[in-house]
């Protein structure tokens, strides 16, 4: 293994390593109280205490398939995060847990939740959709066998949030949360029907970056926690200021994140200077790359352009060569909808022009 690849290696060790740390940080109760409280409507009208005590069972907590260190306070792992189907493709869940919301009749109601951690806001498809699809396959491994004794009216409810926090998140963007989940419409006449037998899937879509500043209480805790930036001490004050107890594993893992951060730094910057081409960028090289060929490319270019991010900044997180990105921004202008049709377009026409 040559130098280059040694770091390139690195970098890419260095950034699971940071990714697990912070996977565990965000799986602590207090953090994860304080997310249902803030973003999950069920959950509006009771204290955080009784969130991070009472509604959220500790003992279904689980992070992904890393091995969940014990001494890591809150975190405790039971149900598995890994779902799995005969005709489908196996889904690794970031973090996994069931809670409870008090009813009407003073019973608690059962939940599933779901907690991605996003890097990249432009994966080359809609953030969504995978978000649906998610909520839909853990929806779906609630029942077991179907057969015509299956009583449906046993499935809880899945929640799956995506905590999306790239440098790629545009900044009239950042510092959103929107939540998508089923209603009911009355077409003719008008029927009570208990929402709890049709609202089963909601999704939660956060967005963060380094850049935009939140008035946000939550959602400011979520940045300065989740910012390769911010060092250890600006971490520890605001998960004080939103009244976080840290004891000595939480503060332990900060730091490993807040060191890690640092290597990767170093190593981005190495492997920017090996290449040629990185300038030092905090994630070098394998980060901020896109998924899918050409078209998928073309798609992400649209909504970078509809989200107003400018080429420089699209140029740097594209993964194609910058004179091609300039030719699709140039045909994108004249219409930066991402319809099937005008992707089509661009790419007939990209074609076009590059055979010529």
Request: with cysteine.
């Amino acid at each position: 293994m040559d130098t280059t690849e040694a770091v390139i290696l690195s970098t890419q060790e260095g950034k699971e390593k940071y990714d697990a740390v912070l996977k565990q940080l965000l799986a602590n109760r207090q953090i994860l109280a304080r997310i249902l409280k803030r973003f999950v409507p069920e959950f509006e009208d009771c204290s955080i205490k009784d969130i991070e005590k009472r509604y959220i069972f500790s003992d279904t907590i689980t992070v992904s398939k890393i091995g969940v260190q014990k001494n890591m306070t809150n975190i405790v792992e039971s149900i598995g995060t890994e779902d799995k189907s005969n005709n489908e493709g196996n889904i690794t869940y970031d973090i996994m847990f069931r809670a409870g919301y008090p009813g009407k009749k003073d019973e608690t109601i059962g939940l599933y939740i779901n907690l991605e951690i996003q890097n990249s806001y432009y994966p080359g498809y809609p953030l969504e959709t995978r978000a649906v699809y998610y909520a839909a396959r853990r929806l779906s491994s609630e029942l077991t066998k179907i057969d015509n004794h299956t009583n449906y009216g046993e499935l809880q409810k899945v929640y799956s949030i995506w905590l999306c926090m790239g440098d790629d998140v545009p900044d009239k963007k950042a510092g959103t949360v929107s939540l998508y989940q089923l209603k009911k419409s009355d077409i003719v006449g008008v029927v009570e029907v208990p929402r709890e037998y049709y609202d089963l899937i909601s999704v939660i879509m956060i967005r963060l970056n380094d850049q935009m500043e939140s008035s946000d209480g939550t959602l400011r805790m979520l940045q300065i926690l989740c910012s390769k930036s911010a060092g250890k001490q600006q971490k520890l004050e605001e998960l004080k200021k939103s009244g976080i107890y840290t004891d000595k594993p939480l503060e332990g893992g900060i730091n490993e994140m807040c060191n890690l951060s640092e290597a990767i730094y170093r190593d981005g910057k190495q492997e920017g200077r090996l290449e040629g081409r990185l300038e030092g960028r905090l994630e070098g090289r394998l980060e901020g790359r896109l998924e899918g060929g050409k078209k998928a490319n073309i798609r992400t270019i649209c909504k970078m352009l509809v989200d107003d991010m400018p080429a420089k900044k699209i140029i740097q997180f594209v993964d194609m060569d910058e004179d091609v990105v300039r030719q699709i921004i140039e045909l994108a202008h004249r219409n930066t909808s991402c319809d099937d049709s005008n992707i089509d377009r661009i790419y007939s026409e990209l074609n076009q022009e590059q055979a010529n």
